[in-house]
Structure formats: C-alpha cells, structure tokens
C-alpha cells in the first residue's frame, strides 16, 4: 500500500493548504486513513475492490458507535474522491457501494437552569471566601469562563483559543472562529457577565499579555480545554451535584433555553454557528418545559366542558 499512503499524504496536504482544514479535522483524516491502511489486505493501490469496501463499512459499523462510524466512511469517500479527481486511480470503488444507514437519535444533554445556577453560585462563594490571592484568581478566572461559555454558547476550543482583541468589552461583543475558519459575533447581553469578564481582564492583563490568550493559567500559559473539564468537575463537586457536567452541555443548555423562550430557530442557528438548520433542529426535541407548557394552557381538550 506504498502508493495509498504517498497519495495520503498529498490528499492531507491539499486539505491544509487548499481546502484549509484545521489541524484537528487533519488530525482525524490521518487517523481514519491509516486505519483503513492497517485493515485492508490487498497489497495494491489499484485493485481496492468496493467488496472491500463494503467489508470495511460493516467493520466500522461492529466497532463504533453510528457517529464515529459515519464520520470514518465520509473521511475514506471523500480522499477516494480526491484520486478520483486528481486521475490517480482508473476507478472509485465507492462509485458501486450503497451507503445507507439510520443515524439514532441522541439528545443533546442540558443542565437545568436550577443546576446551572447552583454551579455559578459555588465558583462565586468560592471566590469571596478565597484564603489567598493565588485562589481567588482562579476562582475568578473560573467564573469567567463558566459565564462566557453559557453567555455565548460557543464551543470548548472556541473559548480556549479567544484572543484579547476577540473580546470587545467596550462593545459587549465576542468574536469566535468556528469550525471550517467560519466567523461569527455574539452579543453578552448581562451587565454581570460583562463586569466580571473586565475584571478577570485587568486582574490577569500580563499573563493575558505574555501568552496572547484570552484565558490563561497564573504561569502565563493559554487554558486548555481539559484544565476547564477539570474546572468543571470540581465545582460540580463541590456544589454537591450528581449529574456529570461538560463545557458543551452550556452550549446545549444555552440553545434549548433560548428555545424555550421562543427565540426563532434561525437565530439561534446564526448564534451556535450552524452551516446548516437541521443541525440546530436537534433542540427542538429537548424543549420538555415549552412541551408541558403548551400542551398544559393551549390543548383544545382544555376547553372541553363534560
């Protein structure tokens, strides 16, 4: 397989320098290619049958969850695509294969809003009854994100990779890069949020300054995503919750609340940065509370008199 993995190697530096994919989606490219590498048995290039194709399907199907299994095949199609186009092979193996299956539905998680604000709560008395300056910085810090995150409700690795000048806190608006380099502005609409995002800014200007991030470490290092999940699950700790909590349960909870509040879908598409409604659709499912409360004031049964 020498030649399938010298055509790899131009297809994922097409996709950095062409179609400019992020290092994490080629990342996931490479994995799925190899993978495919290491399962295959015919030795050529040329002769990949789609009966070896149709086997690997099935063998992604047995062994990952529908999602994962989804994304695999889509990787593998769309570089068999590239040597298509680019006249590498004499035939696509996946021009004669059937690809069709039913992706479950899974609901996005959300935390309740009482759950949401018991969280805040404890980051907040944490910060007030701090012993030290080195604990009451993080704490801040904690408070800032966990605001952001559910203010906003961007992404993990959108919030980790916030420069200074992507927050605007004399205009209250942030400056996200999504995914596909897309870019998208979101209001903070709280006074509360806005004040304390300032006040984590001043107290850490120089780290902020050092390392071009806009959330840092005290050692003046950028946040990552896992020292926030860490965050996130000590103060659920601390706060005695027993759901399990993640950075992108705000996001989900900042789309279903909105929802519920009737807030038009297509906004909140525009808000979570959605290339597509149907992604944004999911939260329709998740709205039990506006459920309840139509079915509850509005079912025509209501009005019955037996």
Same mark, same amino acid.
């Given at each position: 397989?020498?030649?399938?993995?010298?055509?790899?190697?131009?297809?994922?530096?097409?996709?950095?320098? /062409?179609?400019?994919?992020?290092?994490?989606?080629?990342?996931?490219? @490479?994995?799925?290619?190899?993978?495919?590498?290491?399962?295959?048995?015919?030795?050529?290039?040329?002769?990949? +049958?789609?009966? /070896?194709?149709?086997?690997?399907?099935?063998?992604?199907?047995? @062994?990952?969850?529908?999602? @994962?299994?989804?994304?695999?095949?889509?990787?593998?199609?769309?570089?068999? !695509?590239?040597?298509?186009?680019?006249?590498?092979?004499?035939?696509?193996?996946?021009?004669?294969?059937?690809?069709?299956?039913?992706?479950?539905?899974?609901?996005?998680?959300?935390?309740?809003? !009482?759950?949401?604000?018991?969280?805040? &709560?404890?980051?907040?008395?944490?910060?007030?009854?701090?012993?030290?300056?080195?604990?009451?910085?993080?704490?801040?810090?904690?408070?800032?994100?966990?605001?952001?995150?559910?203010?906003?409700?961007?992404?993990?690795?959108?919030?980790?990779?916030?420069?200074?000048?992507?927050? *605007?806190?004399?205009? *209250?608006?942030?400056?996200?890069?999504?995914?596909?380099?897309?870019?998208?502005?979101?209001?903070?609409? *709280?006074?509360?949020?806005?004040?304390?995002?300032?006040?984590?800014?001043?107290?850490?200007?120089?780290?902020?300054?050092?390392?071009? !991030?806009?959330?840092?470490?005290?050692?003046?290092?950028?946040?990552?995503?896992?020292?926030?999940?860490?965050?996130?699950?000590?103060? +659920?700790?601390?706060?005695?919750?027993?759901?399990?909590?993640?950075?992108?349960?705000?996001? !989900? +909870?900042?789309?279903?609340?909105?929802?519920?509040?009737?807030?038009?879908?297509?906004?909140?598409?525009?808000?979570?940065?959605?290339?597509?409604?149907?992604?944004?659709?999911?939260?329709? &499912?998740?709205?039990?509370?506006?459920?309840?409360?139509?079915?509850?004031?509005?079912?025509?049964?209501?009005?019955?008199?037996?």
């Amino acid at each position: 397989m020498e030649k399938f993995n010298t055509h790899m190697k131009d297809y994922l530096q097409f996709c950095n320098t /062409q179609k400019c994919l992020d290092l994490k989606t080629i990342r996931a490219y @490479t994995i799925d290619l190899s993978q495919f590498t290491n399962y295959i048995t015919c030795c050529n290039f040329d002769d990949i +049958t789609p009966k /070896q194709i149709e086997f690997y399907i099935a063998h992604l199907h047995s @062994t990952y969850k529908p999602k @994962t299994a989804k994304r695999k095949i889509a990787s593998l199609k769309a570089f068999f !695509h590239y040597c298509e186009f680019k006249e590498l092979i004499n035939n696509n193996p996946f021009d004669k294969v059937q690809i069709r299956f039913r992706k479950p539905l899974i609901l996005p998680k959300t935390i309740s809003l !009482h759950t949401l604000e018991i969280f805040l &709560h404890t980051i907040y008395k944490q910060h007030t009854s701090a012993n030290t300056q080195y604990k009451r910085r993080n704490a801040l810090r904690d408070i800032a994100v966990a605001e952001l995150l559910f203010s906003t409700g961007m992404r993990i690795s959108e919030l980790c990779g916030l420069t200074p000048y992507d927050v *605007n806190l004399n205009d *209250n608006i942030v400056l996200i890069y999504g995914k596909g380099a897309k870019e998208r502005r979101i209001q903070i609409g *709280n006074v509360n949020v806005v004040k304390i995002l300032l006040e984590y800014k001043n107290s850490f200007s120089s780290e902020i300054n050092k390392c071009n !991030h806009f959330f840092v470490n005290q050692s003046g290092t950028p946040l990552s995503d896992q020292t926030v999940r860490r965050m996130i699950n000590r103060y +659920t700790s601390l706060a005695s919750i027993e759901q399990h909590i993640t950075p992108h349960m705000f996001r !989900h +909870t900042f789309a279903s609340s909105l929802l519920d509040a009737d807030v038009d879908i297509r906004y909140i598409q525009e808000m979570l940065g959605h290339s597509s409604i149907n992604t944004t659709q999911i939260y329709t &499912h998740v709205t039990m509370a506006k459920q309840k409360d139509i079915l509850t004031t509005k079912h025509p049964r209501n009005d019955f008199n037996i």
